[in-house]
């Protein structure tokens, strides 16, 4: 069973930029969440898509976006990138949207804005 | 909104003796889940152990346990015979029952375990 799997690892790019970060997720899971966790800080939810629908969004402007494909993989994109935006951005799959349903996290991909 | 609070930025053990780390979160539902997650310095974060708000009998996951307070709205991680692999950031997080979508953090507490 492979795991939660996110590219790329690392990302530089500068103000304004647009950004693409991706999430594949758990064999058998139709649920991917995406946090953003800035140092030394925990994880802030961005959005949830379940079944390729987004079911959930957290304090972000618009410029953070989401898709979900058929596979249940996901991407995030960030437009107009600012310098708060460096952070480390985990996506999370489950199967299903209860409460009790265990999110597994990816290892994360590290986002620095110059 | 709920808000979980770790007062603790970083605790520090000996190894194979016992830790407690500390959290308490804010809520008015009465259906919800509390977790325990580790983020290891390669930056995976792992579930350590869950916890149902309708189950009184606090959950105990090998050396790990929780002491679960809802009337305080307290949530403790006790980590027993600690080993140097338990070095981590832990955060302590909540999730509403039902169809929730999110998990809500707290700002973790990074332990050290000492040789």
């Known amino acids: 069973e492979t795991g939660v799997t996110q590219s790329p690892t690392h990302l530089i790019k500068t103000r304004g930029q647009q950004v693409t970060l991706r999430c594949s997720s758990q064999s058998g899971h139709n649920t991917v969440s995406w946090y953003q966790q800035a140092l030394g800080q925990g994880p802030q939810f961005i959005f949830q898509?379940?079944?390729?629908?987004?079911?959930g969004r957290g304090n972000f402007p618009p410029r953070f976006s989401g898709l979900q494909f058929p596979n249940y993989s996901s991407e995030l994109n960030v437009n107009a990138l600012e310098l708060d935006d460096s952070a480390l951005y985990l996506c999370?799959?489950?199967?299903?949207?209860?409460?009790?349903?265990?999110?597994?996290f990816g290892p994360g991909t590290r986002l620095t804005v110059l | 909104a709920q808000t979980v609070t770790q007062s603790q930025p970083e605790m520090s053990v000996q190894e194979a003796e016992t830790v407690t780390l500390s959290c308490t979160y804010d809520?008015?539902?009465?259906?919800?889940?509390l977790f325990w997650y580790k983020q290891p310095p390669s930056r995976q974060m792992i579930l350590v152990i869950r916890?149902?708000?309708?189950?009184?009998q606090n959950a105990t996951e090998n050396r790990f346990s929780v002491n679960f307070q809802k009337a305080a709205k307290s949530f403790s991680l006790k980590i027993s015979d600690s080993q140097l692999g338990d070095a981590a950031m832990y955060f302590c997080?909540?999730?509403?029952?039902?169809?929730?979508?999110?998990?809500?953090f707290g700002k973790g507490t990074k332990l050290t375990v000492n040789p």
């Open positions: 916890q149902e708000a309708y189950k009184q």
């Open positions: 999370a799959s489950s199967y299903g949207t209860n409460g009790g349903d265990e999110q597994f």
């Open positions: 898509y379940y079944r390729e629908e987004e079911n």
């Open positions: 997080a909540y999730r509403s029952g039902g169809g929730s979508e999110k998990l809500v």
């Open positions: 809520t008015s539902e009465s259906d919800y889940y």
